[in-house]
């Protein structure tokens, strides 16, 4: 069974920081892409960012220098850096793998960030 589990989101003061985990099982962790997106009330769900399989990242416009993603295969787990967050990084993040014709889902972590 595939599970993925996000973890540290939180409430921080706008210009701080967060740094979010996702700690994959039941899959092969490293030959897949993952990916990171987040959801905010009225709006639909967002690519935030992306790691492949060999590291190579991809960002948003709207999170580019801000926010880093890295992997860690030998721990099945992706890192999720994010710097001087803005009240508009407010949402709900997922982890998200897409293993062939299936895509997989973490339960989100919830990041708040005041102004």
């Known amino acids: 069974q595939v599970q993925l589990v996000e973890s540290g989101g939180g409430l921080v003061q706008s210009g701080g920081s967060l740094r979010l985990s996702c700690a994959a099982s039941?899959?092969?962790?490293?030959?897949?892409?993952m990916g990171w997106y987040r959801q905010a009330p009225g709006k639909q769900r967002e690519l935030v960012a992306t790691?492949?399989?060999?590291?190579?990242?991809n960002y948003a416009d709207s999170v580019k220098g801000r926010f880093t993603i890295s992997r860690d295969n030998a721990k099945n787990t992706m890192v999720h850096q994010m710097n001087s967050l803005k009240p508009e990084d407010t949402a709900i993040y997922y982890c998200?793998?897409?293993?062939?014709?299936?895509?997989?889902w973490g339960q989100g972590t919830q990041v708040t960030v005041s102004s």
């Open positions: 998200n793998v897409v293993e062939h014709i299936t895509t997989y």
């Open positions: 039941g899959i092969i962790f490293r030959i897949y892409a």
């Open positions: 790691v492949t399989s060999d590291g190579s990242t």
